[in-house]
């Protein structure tokens, strides 16, 4: 069955470190997006993604955060100067179509801000 | 601002019970709402989705979406063990390219 694929799995890092997180998504998917959930608190909307540009972002995407998809299958989360608030756990999804809710969600990075 | 309230739970019911979850939602013009089963420290998993008034039925599961109230649940009948997890209702409020606004969930509990 066809999955979305995130690494690392598990990074840790300085405050202040730049932080580039990896996912694969399902190779017949056109939307991409990211989610993140800090530990114990919900699932947070952060940026949709489709024809190499962003479609949407929430206000917890600020000018520390960029995606893009370098080279047709890899789609990256960039923080640039990370911060403690940053600890969670980074989803990356992708979906067939632009407002069906039907998500594929990857197993997940775990980023912690030290 | 949009919200999507469950109850946090937990839900306790015994092996072979019918689980009720409930979520009400603050948009009245959102389109489409789902139910997302999540194990613990994993991502969260589609099981159900609904996008007109009325009930939906997917094997043990039936979605119940009621509009006009705000509304909607998920009952999982024959409750198993393995559908002890964390079950997170996410609404794509109208205009939204899937940015879906997920509440905090409620966990379930089945108990042999």
């Known amino acids: 069955e066809p999955e979305v694929t995130q690494t690392p799995s598990h990074q840790v890092t300085q405050m202040g470190q730049e932080v580039i997180l990896r996912c694969v998504p399902i190779?017949?998917?056109?939307?991409f997006y990211w989610y993140r959930q800090i530990l114990g608190q919900k699932v947070e909307f952060l940026v949709s993604f489709y024809n190499n540009e962003i479609s949407e972002k929430s206000e917890i995407f600020d000018d520390q955060f960029s995606v893009e998809r370098p080279d047709g299958s890899n789609f990256t989360l960039k923080i640039r100067s990370t911060k403690l608030e940053d600890s969670a756990m980074y989803f990356c999804?992708?979906?067939?179509?632009?407002?069906?809710?039907?998500?594929?969600f990857g197993e997940g990075s775990r980023l912690t801000v030290l | 601002q949009k919200e999507v309230e469950q109850n946090s739970g937990p839900l306790s019911v015994p092996e072979g019970a019918i689980a009720s979850l409930n979520c009400t939602y603050s948009d009245r013009v959102s389109q489409s709402f789902f139910w997302y089963r999540q194990y613990s420290g994993k991502s969260p998993e589609l099981i159900m989705s609904?996008?007109?008034?009325g009930d939906k039925e997917d094997g043990r599961f039936t979605a119940q979406l009621n509009k006009a109230s705000q509304y909607v649940s998920l009952l999982i009948r024959d409750s198993q063990p393995s559908d002890s997890a964390t079950y997170l209702c996410a609404v794509n409020f109208s205009g939204g390219y899937n940015k879906l606004i997920f509440g905090a969930g409620t966990r379930l509990a089945v108990h042999p």
């Open positions: 190779s017949n998917h056109l939307y």
């Open positions: 999804a992708s979906s067939a179509g632009p407002n069906t809710g039907e998500l594929f």
């Open positions: 609904i996008y007109s008034n």
